[in-house]
């Protein structure tokens, strides 16, 4: 048994509600924000949360997301064309890194699920994401196109990565670790899927 596109799409965590913190009446910004002007720092005015679901559901497609260091336990449904940046976009998962921006599936489901077109995840390390259905770190629906999965540490998944691209999709420098847990479908690789089209792998390590 393997995951299948017949298991239903993973809901956001019961937390994945969008807050902000205030504290003597100053709004402080939650760890994931809009970048609107794609400076890849917080300024007045971005729409901040604590959730990352709760960032993608308020983003309009093309949108950056910017996710601070720390840890998510949710299964964050990726359903519009967004640009996800973790604290360690841009470096290899095999290179010196920063403190992580960590989503774990908590053994209950994907952490990540790729539902939509043109979407790029980039600088997390994506973990426990087994059982639920889907089985795996990243799970992506059949057909989506123009995904990006980069510079991740993938780890302590059944599947690191369930690939079902339709076309022109890319997994690069990602590193991957120990993606073997028992779950319905009992993965045992690091990347799989029944069918791909156009998908490139690039310089990971496994």
Same mark, same amino acid.
């Given at each position: 048994?393997?995951?299948?596109?017949?298991?239903?799409?993973?809901?956001?965590?019961?937390?994945?509600?969008?807050?902000?913190?205030?504290?003597? &009446?100053?709004? +402080?910004?939650?760890?994931?924000? %809009?970048?609107?002007?794609? *400076? /890849?720092?917080? $300024?007045? @005015?971005?729409? #901040?949360?604590?959730?990352?679901?709760?960032?993608?559901?308020?983003?309009?497609?093309?949108?950056?997301?910017?996710?601070?260091?720390?840890?998510?336990?949710?299964?964050?449904?990726?359903?519009?064309?967004?640009?996800?940046?973790?604290?360690?976009?841009?470096?290899?998962?095999?290179?010196?890194?920063?403190?992580?921006?960590?989503?774990?599936?908590?053994?209950?489901?994907?952490?990540?699920?790729?539902?939509? &077109?043109?979407? +790029?995840?980039?600088?997390?390390? %994506?973990?426990?994401?087994? *059982? /639920?259905?889907? $089985?795996? @770190?990243?799970? #992506?629906?059949?057909?989506?196109?123009?995904?990006?999965?980069?510079?991740?540490?993938?780890?302590?998944?059944?599947?690191?990565?369930?690939?079902?691209?339709?076309?022109?999709?890319?997994?690069?420098?990602?590193?991957?670790?120990?993606?073997?847990?028992?779950?319905?479908?009992?993965?045992?690789?690091?990347?799989?899927?029944?069918?791909?089209?156009?998908?490139?792998?690039?310089?990971?390590?496994?």
């Amino acid at each position: 048994a393997k995951a299948t596109d017949s298991a239903p799409l993973p809901n956001s965590s019961p937390w994945s509600t969008a807050t902000k913190v205030t504290i003597n &009446n100053t709004p +402080t910004p939650g760890p994931v924000f %809009i970048d609107a002007n794609t *400076n /890849g720092t917080y $300024d007045s @005015g971005e729409q #901040s949360f604590a959730t990352i679901q709760a960032g993608i559901d308020a983003a309009t497609s093309g949108q950056t997301i910017v996710v601070g260091a720390g840890t998510y336990a949710e299964h964050v449904n990726v359903n519009k064309s967004v640009i996800l940046k973790g604290a360690n976009k841009g470096v290899a998962g095999n290179a010196t890194r920063s403190a992580e921006s960590i989503v774990n599936g908590s053994d209950t489901d994907a952490a990540f699920a790729i539902t939509a &077109n043109s979407v +790029t995840i980039d600088g997390f390390t %994506i973990e426990n994401g087994s *059982n /639920g259905g889907h $089985d795996a @770190g990243i799970w #992506s629906q059949t057909g989506t196109q123009n995904s990006s999965i980069l510079n991740n540490i993938i780890t302590q998944n059944s599947f690191g990565i369930w690939a079902q691209c339709g076309g022109n999709c890319l997994i690069q420098a990602n590193l991957f670790n120990g993606n073997n847990k028992p779950g319905t479908g009992a993965g045992t690789d690091s990347i799989s899927a029944d069918s791909t089209t156009g998908l490139t792998v690039n310089n990971n390590e496994f």
